[in-house]
DNA sequence: TCACATTGAGTGGTCAGACCACTTTGTAAA
DNA sequence: TTTACAAAGTGGTCTGACCACTCAATGTGA
């Protein structure tokens, strides 16, 4: 039928923009079925879910079924995650992950203590508090919430893939240096000592880094 | 056939991937056709195509009509245009895009200043030499060699990743002032000043913000 | 009237088979 | 040997058929 150079899947996906854009599909609302779009678009239905799946793995629409093809939030794009998984296939060190993610946790305690409105949060003193009287607070709380705040949901994003690749770096406490450093690490988020805190994260990440070699 | 909750196109990125990996196919390689593919994992074609469409949408694979399907590098261009036609226009994103990548590289210049056998590389100091003398040298190059050197091939990765998604940061020279951060900012790596380093580059990014802003 | 079960329409998920367009390769003819 | 052409292999697309699931309209019984 088409047998333009162009891809028909690709000519859809461009349909498909346009067609949000005019009926101003927002993320969230509804696509048209794919039996209808196969009659809008004069095209083969197999042909139209192959535009949609490509779609879906970039994560710009999400498909259920028995209900139909919504448009995402773009914010929640699960790119990052099936790139990882193509590329961490032939990272051999998990050292590597490792690093990164710190490289992400140092930089979001940085901004944090970098951010007088963002210092001053209450979540810091509720979290010390509960760091000091019961071990309900687990190691990864603190970190995951300096990462939220820090308020880049991409470096979020990617922060919970590493964690997830990199064999629970967090768990129970062990000893009392850890709980000791991490008070340290609060404290000095809330005076907005930027590299004080940095040294208490890098003194408890050593911790850790022992922790796992001697397994 | 096969009715788990996860979808079976998924299911078949995922074999790909295991494929890919067990049978070494490297990028330009060829992978198996998608009849074959259809024998060796009991599925049908169009199944099977839904997947090879994603991962070409994804710039992952490449299909030659009347030849087959290849792996490519993760350079291809598609994924950029896709992209930036759907999400680029949402500024918050794109903002985490070039934050997180900041960060990738801010930490790429902290291990380097940090490391004297990385500092002493003979590269820096021709890099200089050729910032200082003429212009052949592009901004990318400096940051990719640092990048490199400081020997994370996860964060290096994930910084080719979101260079691209970011649309082109790094160009052509466009003012003095980049140039003597530059030159600040390589000075500093080969003295091992770390701080120093970062401020630099720090100093240098600001310019390349209000550059983007501007526009 | 109300609560609950049933059913049917609509939708995505998958499969099988059929052509088409294109590339490569092998083979037969010049 | 060279050339021309046919065959095989590959991706591109369409059609039609089921299946599994959701939801709302419908019907039924209390």
Redesign the pocket.
Known sequence: ???QST???LQIVRELRLLIQSENIKPGGKLP????LVERLK?????V??ALRSLELLGLIE???????FLTDYRNHKLVEILSTFILQDIKTINDVHLTRQTLEKEAIRIVSASPNLMDLPVWESLLIKLEEDGTVQREDIIREILIVSNNRLSLKMWFLLKQYGEEPYQGFTNEDEITYLIQLLQAVMDGEIEQAVEAYNAWTNLLTKGRENV
């Open positions: 039928m088409d047998n891809k028909m899947y079925s794919e039996r209808e095209v083969g239905r197999s042909t879910r192959e498909t259920k079924r028995g209900e139909g093809t």
